[in-house]
């Protein structure tokens, strides 16, 4: 299980900070990323580490402006979000990933249910 909080409504430039809490699992063990999907479009991966927190992805479009981290012995994963744009605007959720095809095409088994991030002036 999964649960996201940390999103919101900010102007462009502005900056939220997300946080997930994994339960059921030993979180240690697995690859963790950021998912989001805005309306009218398919799911992209926007960041995503691996077990230990020294490998990770970050999607070219948020690159530079979003940071992922993890904190393995509070099962915790987070996304600092910086530098917002409208583009950012989505439903962000935080996925296990099971497998890996290249960067960015990850598969995933669990999410949570996400936390909506709104950007606009």
């Known amino acids: 299980q999964f649960v996201e909080s940390g999103g919101g409504m900010v102007q462009p430039g502005g900056s939220l900070r997300l946080s997930c809490v994994a339960s059921?699992?030993?979180?240690?063990?697995?690859?963790i990323g950021w998912v989001r999907q805005a309306p009218g479009k398919g799911p992209e991966w926007v960041a995503a580490?691996?077990?230990?927190?020294?490998?990770?992805y970050y999607a070219d479009s948020v690159k530079v402006r979003f940071t992922i981290s993890r904190d393995n012995a509070k099962n915790t994963l987070n996304l600092q979000l910086n530098s917002l744009k409208p583009e950012d605007t989505a439903l962000y959720y935080c996925?296990?990933?099971?497998?890996?095809?290249?960067?960015?095409?990850?598969?995933?088994?669990?999410r949570g249910q996400g936390t909506q991030v709104t950007v606009s002036s």
């Open positions: 059921g699992f030993t979180f240690s063990n697995y690859d």
């Open positions: 580490e691996n077990t230990g927190g020294g490998s990770t």
């Open positions: 996925a296990r990933v099971i497998r890996k095809r290249g960067p960015g095409l990850y598969e995933y088994d669990y």
